[in-house]
């Protein structure tokens, strides 16, 4: 974000009301039909008694994200055993229900540090099957224990995808992508929903948007969206004419309050990633 970018989203967020955020929850408001609230969103969630999780994701897919700090002189080594532990997921895919979306290691941000994004179609009936399998196979057990030699930390989360997001299909090659990992403010993930089924009709032409998901077990109130560009000089051309889009300045204004933390690592798919 350029500092002219930055000083239209400061104004604007000072101009706004200060419980604004919580407007798009807001059961007085959900039968505005032609006021501006109507206007503001492309797809309106409005709560009930089901869970955030349901209104805000469509599908029965869990999606496991797996971060893995890697020891800076054995890099090479994990991504060979690595490469090795998706072959034998891939070949089990009939019983798993599991395949891996992207792969990829980190070149700006937290260096020495791999991204697996794996999608399991089944829910966690499918996970609860899959970690008995791996638990009880000796070959997968092995390569988890010279994974062990090779990694100084491991996280996980277990995700859902936004339902009004892109579904993560594989591109060509080949590409840079770019995670922006949001933490947001408890009780605020339907208003993220919400400004974002509209910010993303702003970013449609150029195509770059490649998934968005949101924690279910891990670390909570967390939202990661994934970005593809072909090079980094793509990323700067395309984020600075989105913010010649009206209303796009708007949206970020919106969003801006509800985030308690934020960065973003450029990633580069590994020889073995289905999306290059």
């Given at each position: 974000m350029n500092m002219n970018s930055l000083n239209r989203v400061l104004?604007?967020?000072?101009?706004?009301?200060?419980?604004?955020?919580?407007?798009?929850?807001?059961?007085?408001?959900?039968?505005?039909?032609d006021g501006w609230f109507s206007k503001l969103l492309v797809r309106r969630i409005e709560p009930t008694k089901e869970s955030h999780s349901?209104?805000?994701?469509?599908?029965?897919?869990?999606?496991?994200?797996?971060?893995?700090n890697i020891r800076p002189d054995s890099t090479d080594k994990y991504l060979q055993n690595y490469k090795t532990s998706v072959e034998f997921v891939h070949s089990h895919k009939a019983d798993l229900g599991c395949e891996l979306v992207g792969s990829w290691?980190?070149?700006?941000?937290?260096?020495?540090q791999a991204l697996h994004l794996w999608?399991?179609?089944?829910g966690f009936e499918k996970i609860d099957k899959a970690k008995i399998l791996f638990k009880e196979n000796a070959d997968y057990r092995a390569l988890e224990k010279e994974r062990g030699n090779f990694v100084r930390s491991r996280h996980l989360q277990y995700l859902l995808a936004f339902s009004f997001w892109p579904n993560g299909e594989p591109r060509s090659a080949s590409n840079i992508y770019e995670i922006r990992s949001y933490s947001?403010?408890?009780?605020?993930?339907?208003?993220?929903?919400?400004?974002?089924?509209?910010?993303?009709?702003y970013r449609q032409a150029q195509n770059e948007a490649f998934a968005g998901y949101f924690s279910q077990v891990g670390r909570l109130y967390n939202v990661h969206h994934i970005w593809c560009y072909k090079n980094l000089q793509a990323r700067r051309e395309t984020r600075e004419s989105t913010w010649r889009n009206p209303g796009w300045d708007e949206c970020v204004a919106y969003t801006v309050p509800l985030i308690r933390e934020m960065h973003c690592r450029i990633l580069e798919p590994t020889e073995f990633s289905p999306t290059q």
């Open positions: 104004v604007l967020s000072k101009s706004l009301p200060k419980n604004l955020r919580f407007i798009s929850t807001s059961a007085r408001l959900s039968n505005a039909d349901r209104m805000l994701s469509d599908k029965e897919i869990i999606y496991a994200l797996h971060t893995h290691t980190v070149s700006v941000g937290d260096m020495d999608r399991y179609v089944g947001l403010k408890p009780g605020t993930m339907i208003e993220w929903g919400n400004n974002w089924a509209r910010g993303l009709t």
